[in-house]
């Protein structure tokens, strides 16, 4: 009967485990373990938190979880920096530094910029990784004719509406109005080149870069310019100079010692310069000269200057005062610049006075100095009565050329007879207010501190800042003389 008992047994047992609320006990614990081994393994599984299960509580399952380290993310090392070719004039600390680039000057690029019409352009930029194309406009180039184009200078229209008929004031500025300016731009003339160096420069530069041949025309016989093939020759003549410019420096370095060329004279200034040789050769004394003269029939003197590498500007004596602070220049040198200093109470040679360093040395080299017609020494008078009355001393003349010394100080000024002319200009008007200022008929007072007049010879006067610099107005008042010795040891 055994047997028997045992089969029962198991087909009771069997009848158990078929029912279906076995079923159901067994698929709960079975899900319930695979969702315990889920949190223990990643414990960061989006399951609904709401799920619990008697079999493991929360506080078991999160301790288990802290067990478990997440497994960190890979991240791809950064590209390899591009060092490109330096080309500024900083390094990355700030300093300055001569370790830097000049690209080559590439003739087809100017081909290029050339056969610009005008139109639109395009361009693309990436901002947060998007790619954005922006559209703009392009400017067109202008005519061939503009290529000598200077603004407010070349203003016919302004000229001709404010009914500027003759005279020197048609070359001063006259800005045009606004939204009437130029809107292209201008050419380079055709066949350009790369300029030639320094100092090469100062006796040939290429005809293609000044296009201009009417010096040529009018002054080959005075020794100032020739045209050679494809360039142009400069032997170093002017007017009152056919012999060349080094020995007119030479005969004025005999004539007064003290001018001493580098060291008491440093910065010039030289009006209506022609093609700037007499500041070219100054150059090797080193002497520094602006030279300027206006853009008149002879429009390409400034552009000569520049093409030699001289330090030239487009100016005029006229109705305004020069763009240059008072006693801004050791010298000042005329030579044959067309211009009538005594003329209207001699209201020009007081701007030159103004420019003038105090003790700096005014040059003239002319026809009213050496010819004996009558009324060229008619004005030889008038110009000795001028500079008598504005204190001037008369050094000495020699041959075609003069010299006169202004004044150390007051004291001159202050004992002329009362009513004496010029007068002496108010307290009030600013020496180095000059931006469309008007001239004006009267003596600018020297400091009673005597700057100007106290500057050291160069090139000491490098490195000690001229008192003159104390009356300059600008923002760091009280940190003028720190700056500029700090500027001095970075450019050492």
């Known amino acids: 009967m055994k047997p028997s008992s045992t089969a029962s047994s ?29 949190l223990y393994l990643f414990p960061s599984s989006p399951f609904p938190s709401s799920i619990s299960f008697s079999v493991t509580t929360p506080q078991q399952i999160k301790n288990n979880a802290s067990l478990v380290s997440p497994r960190p993310k ?73 290529k000598d184009y200077i603004p407010c200078l070349d203003n016919v229209e302004e000229i001709k509406r404010l009914n500027l008929s003759g005279g020197l004031v048609i070359y001063e500025r006259h800005c045009p109005e606004e939204g009437k300016g130029l809107d292209c731009l201008v050419p380079m003339p055709k066949g350009y080149k790369k300029s030639i160096p320094w100092p090469r420069s100062r006796d040939e530069v290429w005809f293609s870069n000044v296009p201009h041949a009417r010096l040529v025309e009018d002054k080959g016989g005075q020794n100032w310019i020739a045209l050679k093939k494809d360039k142009f020759i400069f032997p170093g003549g002017g007017t009152q100079f056919i012999h060349g410019a080094d020995q007119y420096l030479n005969q004025i370095s005999e004539m007064v010692p003290e001018i001493a060329f580098g060291q008491h004279t440093r910065i010039a200034l030289d009006i209506g310069c022609g093609v700037a040789s007499f500041g070219a050769f100054l150059l090797q004394r080193n002497v520094t000269t602006l030279s300027i003269a206006p853009k008149d029939v002879h429009e390409n003197q400034i552009q000569f200057a520049l093409e030699r590498g001289v330090p030239a500007m487009a100016a005029v004596f006229s109705t305004r005062r020069l763009l240059y602070p008072s006693q801004a220049f ?22 030159v006075n103004r420019m003038l360093r105090a003790g700096g040395y005014f040059i003239w080299a002319a026809q009213p ?53 010029p007068p002496l200009c108010d307290s009030n008007d600013d020496p180095d ?32 800042p001229p008192d003159r610099l104390q009356s300059i107005r600008m923002d760091a008042t009280f940190s003028r003389k720190e700056l500029f010795k700090a500027e001095s040891k970075i450019l050492e």
């Open 10 to 38: 198991s087909t009771a047992t069997l009848d158990v485990v078929k029912t279906p609320n076995f079923v159901k006990v067994i698929v709960i614990t079975i899900f319930s373990f695979s969702v315990i081994t889920l």
């Open 74 to 146: 890979k991240t791809l090392p950064p590209p390899p920096l591009t060092v490109g070719e330096r080309t500024g004039i900083v390094d990355e600390n700030g300093a300055m530094t001569d370790d830097f680039v000049i690209g080559e000057f590439e003739p087809s690029a100017m081909d290029e910029f050339r056969n610009l019409t005008g139109g639109r352009g395009e361009t693309s930029t990436k901002e947060d990784g998007k790619l954005t194309r922006v559209k703009y406009e392009r400017f067109r180039v202008c005519e061939e004719s503009t």
């Open 433 to 464: 207010s000059v931006w469309y200022v008007s001239l004006r008929p009267c003596m600018i007072r020297l400091p009673e501190n005597g700057y100007g007049a106290n500057v050291t010879t160069w090139p000491e006067r490098l490195h000690y």
């Open 330 to 351: 050791d010298l000042i040198h005329c030579s044959r610049c067309r211009i009538d200093w005594t003329h209207d109470d001699g209201i020009l040679l007081l701007e």
């Open 369 to 421: 100095v050496y010819k004996h017609d009558e009324n060229l020494q008619e004005k030889w008078k008038e110009m000795q009565d001028l500079t008598r009355r504005i204190c001037w001393e008369f050094v000495k003349k020699e041959g075609y050329i003069a010299i006169w010394r202004k004044s150390l100080n007051n004291s001159c000024y202050l004992s002329r007879d009362s009513g004496a002319q």
